[in-house]
DNA sequence: ACGATTCTGGATCATTCGTTCCAAAATGAG
DNA sequence: CTCATTTTGGAACGAATGATCCAGAATCGT
């Protein structure tokens, strides 16, 4: 087997920076010279890695959620002290919108971003947004067994009001509030659970 | 005063199609061309009144402020029952997410699309944003005084945190989902209050 | 050295973008 | 009618869009 030049580049390390990208700076907005000019890479190299740009974008989709969406589920999985798992993932999307950068969540910015008008991209965030409503519900069931949630709460309707809030936390993260101001919706937020 | 041809039609009535068109279509995505088309209006006229693109998406936003957030915030304004109004408020946004046509809240969308990079849009979208969330805590301190709220919660706490659960409904209502989805989420809101 | 593979970036593609210019048509008041 | 004003849309603007082609340099295995 003869072979070239070695690849210059790992194809992952580059899908990482392409998602911080699309993440803060959006989809539609920025254009290919832009994202070339962040990921380190020719632009030729890019087409021939990843393919076109909305390529690229849900393949981002993908990795942001192996890489960032696991872990809030893998919290929210754990087996001991489900409540405590539940607080600590909403202080996760708290951390989200507390973040300086203001990237808010790419899954939030994208289902916003793309509408109704690409339904294939419209069903990977929507079956990603279920990932994070079956972890809550997950936890939900497990506290509501040790009594650590009160009984008339019915874990469905939660599961999906926490998941609403998360994406709410994310948005509001796109705006560059107090912290106070964050903190407190969280607060707020947690209410739910007592 | 000499005067020439009259104005063929209603600067408010434009107003109001464009203000729809963005909150369906977006801000980026859409050019100019298809605006106009759902305008009924020349191209030249939407210049010479509204000004620039982003002009015009400025004036959508006080309009939107002025026609959709205040039927909100009227709600929550009156004087009687003021939990009653509370959820009448949270189905409001319940409405925004049923709706057939996906266009969530023209705030929420912007604030996404707009990220960071024009301070101006920013601060106006986060003013709006106020706006509900002090319509939010009046009712909540009238239900506290009047024992319709459990004395534990802080009305600065759940003005915010429904404030978000609202974006989110709004982001959520972007997907086409289920009704009764939409419903259990709006449901579990709901159980902050309780 | 040779062939194979890959990287890079300039040139180029048609298309679209927001915007402006302009000229013809329309319609009012004096 | 005349003049002023407004409407309309074609033409054109420079810039930017996503994407492709291509040539040259780089770097591997043989």
């Given at each position: 087997m003869r072979a070239g030049r070695?690849?210059?580049?790992?194809q992952s390390e580059v899908l990482e920076k392409a998602m911080h990208f699309f993440w803060e700076r959006g989809y539609c907005k920025p254009g290919i010279a832009e994202l070339v000019g962040h990921l380190g890479i020719g632009r030729q190299s890019l087409y021939d890695t990843f393919g076109s740009k909305r390529d690229l974008f849900i393949k981002c989709i993908y990795h942001y959620r192996a890489t960032q969406l696991s872990t809030v589920i893998r919290i929210l999985k754990e087996a001991s002290d489900p409540l405590g798992r539940l607080k600590e993932a909403v202080r996760f999307f708290e951390a989200l919108a507390l973040d300086?950068?203001?990237?808010?969540?790419l899954v939030a910015n994208a289902i916003v971003e793309f509408g109704t008008d690409d339904p294939e991209i419209c069903a990977l965030l929507d079956e990603t947004l279920a990932l994070l409503e079956g972890g809550y519900l997950d936890a939900l069931r497990r506290a509501k067994r040790l009594g650590?949630?009160?009984?008339?709460?019915?874990p469905a309707h939660i599961a999906k009001a926490l998941t609403n809030a998360s994406i709410g936390m994310a948005v509001t993260g796109r705006l560059s509030k107090d912290a106070a101001e964050i903190r407190a919706a969280c607060a707020g937020t947690l209410a739910m659970l007592g």
């Open positions: 070695p690849k210059a580049f790992e300086k950068s203001a990237r808010g969540c650590q949630l009160p009984p008339t709460k019915k």
